[in-house]
């Protein structure tokens, strides 16, 4: 099957797809299973990835980077989460947080820290999340201190890709207690990870994208420069709104790919199966059920790709964005359990594919705004 065909991919997006297919299929897929078994970060999956520059590559041609726009990035994500959801992600979260900087940092801080994430000599991170707060942006209370010519910053940031990886990473923490300007009281801030005060352990093993580590980080009188603050005091929440009606688009993508897995898996399983004399796929129930996935699959597929059109045009970006997120996400959730029905009992097998994209599809519904905040979103900014 070819589910992520590129008659719905813009024309200037093809030749990335297509360099994205070959990459997954020659490191992605072969070692997928291995590294989700053991839980490993795929460290060398990852330099493969910044030699094909495949990696980091959104980031402006000026500061070493490909320059790839947003339909090219949705193009190379459906084809690398289609291959493994944890390795993809570990791919992708090498430059996590970096658009910040390139897009409201100074010439100096993108020379500093964004050409070496480009150039594959250094990662990046977003430290975002807290232990008990995860989609209430306005409600982190990680703070960052005004102190001579230095900022001191205290608090913890939770599910943090790369926390322990990361050379440095982009930390969202407040500056401001305004009670009349909720969203003016946060900053960015780009924070080196050898700072002092600065402790990120990993997170205990996950049961899904297990090749992708998240981090508890604390920060304890952590010092850096005041130079290390992007744009001014007060535009966090800003720029991180306009940042993640961008990711959720890509996240769409991590939807679409693993719906593509599971489909796929359910589709090769039920025509070799078989039930009473005949593959199961000859039963009209088991007709439907791959046709429901299909339906829902290619449904979430049409609007991301209008979505992700819209939000690169910033038209009503935060609609589209958080329709297509929860679309594609619950898509994957839906086509994946489908597929896991199917299979029957060989689906608990931990070596079977299917598990294994089960797993994984019920992250996405959480990540980057879980599904219910993006509904309040859909229901808010609705035309």
Known sequence: MNLLDSSIVPEHA?????????????????????????????????EAGQEANLVAQDIPEEWGGRGLDLPQLLALTEEFYRADA??????????????????????????????????????????????????????????????????????????????VEADWITLYARTGD??????????????????????????????????????????????????????????????????????????????????????????????????FGRTINEFQAVQHGLADMLIDFESARSLTWRACEKVANNDQAGYWAALAKTTATEAAVDVSEQGMQFHGGRSVLDERRIARVYRDARIPVIYEGANEVQRNLIYGQAP
């Open 178 to 275: 305004d009670e009349d300007n909720r969203y003016g009281n946060h900053s960015m801030f780009i924070v080196p990870t050898d700072a002092e005060g600065y402790e990120a352990e990993h997170i205990p093993e996950k049961m899904a994208m297990r090749a992708s580590k998240q981090a508890h980080i604390t920060f304890d009188d952590c010092r850096i420069p005041e130079e290390n603050l992007i744009g001014h005091e007060g535009a966090g929440f800003m720029m991180l709104a306009d940042f993640f009606n961008h990711g959720r688009v890509i996240v769409s993508g991590h939807g679409l790919g693993i719906a593509a897995a599971a489909i796929e898996e359910a589709w090769e399983f039920s025509h070799d199966r078989e039930e």
């Open 86 to 163: 944890g390795i993809a992600l570990t791919l992708q979260l090498a430059s996590f947080g970096c658009e910040i900087t390139y897009e409201y940092g100074s010439d100096e801080q993108c020379e500093e820290y964004i050409r070496p994430v480009a150039e594959g000599d250094q990662i990046s991170g977003l430290a975002v999340s807290e232990p008990e707060t995860g989609s209430d942006l306005a409600g982190m209370q990680t703070r960052a201190e005004k102190d001579g010519d230095e900022y001191v910053i205290n608090g913890e940031k939770y599910w943090i890709g790369n926390g």
């Open 14 to 46: 093809h030749d990335i797809k297509d360099e994205a297919r070959e990459f997954a299929r020659e490191h992605i897929e072969p070692n997928a299973q291995e590294y989700f078994q053991a839980g490993e970060y795929p460290h060398e999956i990852l």
